[in-house]
């Protein structure tokens, strides 16, 4: 109901960009570079499909 409420605001595509987050946090476990791990992040917005890669 809330996504009437509130002029069809969904909260769905931060939900998603959330868990590709925490999944590539899974896969990167015992990465030696962050910066590295920042980058992946911060090209996620660039992919239109779920790959971690």
């Known amino acids: 109901m809330a996504y ?3 002029d069809c605001l969904s909260t769905g595509p931060l939900e998603g960009t959330n868990n590709k987050i ?3 946090q899974r896969k990167a ?3 030696r570079d962050m910066e590295f791990f920042k980058l992946k992040i911060m090209a996620l917005h660039e992919k239109k499909y ?3 890669g």
């Open 29 to 31: 476990y015992g990465y």
């Open 22 to 24: 925490k999944t590539m």
């Open 50 to 52: 779920a790959f971690i």
């Open 4 to 6: 009437f409420d509130f």
